[in-house]
């Protein structure tokens, strides 16, 4: 059974905090993928991967870093945590290559409070 | 660029009632086509998918075709139970890496015993 899975489900951190959300898949997935889901907004992408210690921003990158050491892991960096960075965050993977078909497998997500 | 629109919610339909939520997409390819469900408190499953026109997928009862000529994959079900509470969330993917990976704003159904 195909799993990825996130450090923690529920985190309270406050402003200025730094903090760290952890993402391992156990699929050999080249691509990973950090978003994050607000009420109205959907899923925005903030940070991918296409490989170890390569990385792409997304659309809503600001405020945040990641950092890909292998393949399997993938963090989600808040340097400093404010409390507009209040979310849901959800992982996701992907096996690479040219295929369309192939779908995105996502943690059970990590909901952030930082008051 | 490319881009999925949903029907605006929240449903909230009665036990056994017939249940259809609107999907269109826009995409200059010919993108796979998926359907995303959220239960609460979790993360994303996949619930079903297309890849090319007139597929049509299906998963727990859940159906939607792949309609190229109006560019949509309405997901449908038949009699909708308590337990399929959950927001729907609309994607295609044009790219095999998933980097153009487009979701839509997602669809919360709410269903009444």
């Known amino acids: 059974d195909v799993k990825v899975t996130q450090s923690s489900r529920y985190l309270v951190k406050r402003t200025g905090e730094k903090v760290f959300l952890e993402c391992v898949q156990d699929?050999?997935?080249?691509?990973m993928f950090w978003y994050r889901q607000d009420p109205g907004l959907g899923l925005r992408l903030i940070y991918f991967s296409y490989d170890v210690k390569m990385k792409e921003k997304g659309d809503i990158p600001e405020g945040y870093s990641v950092s890909r050491e292998k393949k399997e892991r993938f963090s989600l960096i808040l340097e400093s945590a404010s409390t507009n960075q209040t979310s849901m965050y959800l992982c996701?993977?992907?096996?690479?290559?040219?295929?369309?078909?192939?779908?995105?497998?996502f943690g059970p997500g990590t909901r952030l409070t930082v008051l | 660029g490319d881009s999925v629109t949903q029907m605006e919610g929240p449903v909230t339909l009665s036990e056994e009632a017939f249940l259809t939520i609107n999907c269109t997409y826009t995409?200059?390819?010919?993108?796979?086509l998926f359907w995303y469900v959220q239960y609460p408190g979790e993360g994303l499953q996949l619930l079903l998918k297309?890849?090319?026109?007139?597929d049509k997928g299906s998963n727990k009862g859940f159906e939607a075709t792949y309609r190229k000529e109006t560019t949509s994959f309405h997901l449908e079900k038949g009699s909708v139970q308590v337990s399929d509470s959950a927001v729907y969330f609309c994607a295609l993917s044009d790219d095999g890496g998933g980097q153009n990976f487009v979701f839509g704003p997602g669809t919360r159904l709410s269903v009444l015993p």
């Open positions: 995409a200059t390819g010919y993108p796979s």
């Open positions: 297309a890849t090319k026109a007139d």
């Open positions: 996701a993977s992907i096996l690479g290559g040219q295929s369309s078909y192939n779908e995105q497998f």
């Open positions: 699929m050999d997935h080249e691509n």
